[in-house]
């Protein structure tokens, strides 16, 4: 098993001039032991104290890691996680990527729209999506578009949710070609890291409450839940701010693999002071 991590940090000095902001997690199955180690990139790949990595794709011929704030880039890899190319500037202000018949598709999170980019120099920046009068009148007052997805039969799904400081703040996951919702469980206040199953369900991380669902089901996270991957027998699922050694600025980070009856069956914890944004499966 073999799987990236992108992290952000979280605090002002973390991350200034740092180049590592993907960890890789193997193991000789998801049941482990696992290795955890983080990948330094090249020089003109750094940081700045708001900035890290958010989205990450990947098809047959490249892994795409997005970069996000001040500067929105990506950086694309090979699969054996050689860079192939500097990092190079878009338009989307990125909190997730996806790659659909050789097209990238990046939110563009303040705007509420989704672009689409050739591959792999992301020429011809084309909006595919946005919020607006044309979408059901329940979306409304929403903002903050920060998933994108493809599920079976290659339909597109985007996630989103209302402002956090109103009080009837909530989630949705929208299917884009019938304009049809995706059921939730429940009230969802901040939704991350939007997946859809085989079965056509929703699988994302209900953040604050520190749980993860899939196809209704509960995995419960020991952190801020974000970053999700689903694989055949199991699914990965990232943790931040968890309480360590009673440090009141900011906790660990820890990644827990969970088989489809529930059961946690192995994690990947480190003291590093950062925020998982999403996790890509390179290898079952």
């Given at each position: ?20 902001w ?10 482990g032991?696992?290795?955890f180690?983080l990948l330094?990139m ?9 900035m ?10 490249f892994?795409?890691s ?7 880039s ?8 050689k ?13 997730s990527?996806?790659?659909?018949n ?22 011809n ?12 009148a329940?979306?409304g ?22 402002d956090?400081?109103l009080?009837?703040s ?16 429940g009230?969802?206040r ?16 209900h953040?604050?409450e ?5 196809n209704?089901?509960?995995f419960?996270?020991v952190?801020?839940a ?13 943790s ?8 009141p600025?900011?906790g ?6 969970f088989?489809y ?24």
């Amino acid at each position: 098993m073999k799987a990236l991590v992108s992290f952000v940090g979280l605090f002002d000095k973390h991350l200034a001039g740092d180049r590592r902001w993907l960890g890789v997690i193997e193991g000789p199955s998801h049941e482990g032991p696992l290795s955890f180690k983080l990948l330094n990139m090249p020089v003109g790949f750094s940081g700045n104290p708001k900035m890290g990595g958010t989205g990450l794709a990947a098809n047959e011929k490249f892994v795409v890691s997005a970069l996000q704030w001040y500067n929105p880039s990506y950086v694309v890899l090979d699969h054996s996680l050689k860079v192939l190319a500097q990092p190079e500037t878009i338009t989307a202000d990125v909190h997730s990527i996806a790659i659909h018949n050789g097209y990238l598709y990046a939110t563009a999170t303040r705007e509420d729209r989704v672009l689409r980019y050739d591959l792999p120099h992301l020429d011809n920046e084309t909006e595919v999506f946005t919020i607006g009068h044309k979408e059901p009148a329940a979306i409304g007052s929403f903002h903050h578009l920060n998933s994108v997805a493809f599920g079976p039969a290659g339909k597109m799904y985007v996630g989103f949710h209302l402002d956090p400081r109103l009080e009837s703040s909530r989630a949705l996951a929208l299917e884009l070609e019938d304009r049809s919702f995706l059921p939730l469980n429940g009230v969802v206040r901040r939704m991350h890291s939007l997946e859809v199953t085989a079965e056509g369900q929703a699988a994302y991380c209900h953040s604050p409450e520190n749980i993860v669902f899939v196809n209704g089901l509960p995995f419960p996270t020991v952190g801020y839940a974000r970053g999700l991957a689903l694989a055949k027998d199991y699914l990965i699922a990232g943790s931040s701010r968890v309480p360590w050694d009673g440090r009141p600025e900011g906790g660990k980070v820890v990644v827990q693999i969970f088989n489809y009856q529930g059961d946690e069956v192995a994690r990947v914890e480190t003291t590093e002071r950062w925020e998982i944004y999403d996790i890509l499966i390179l290898e079952e």
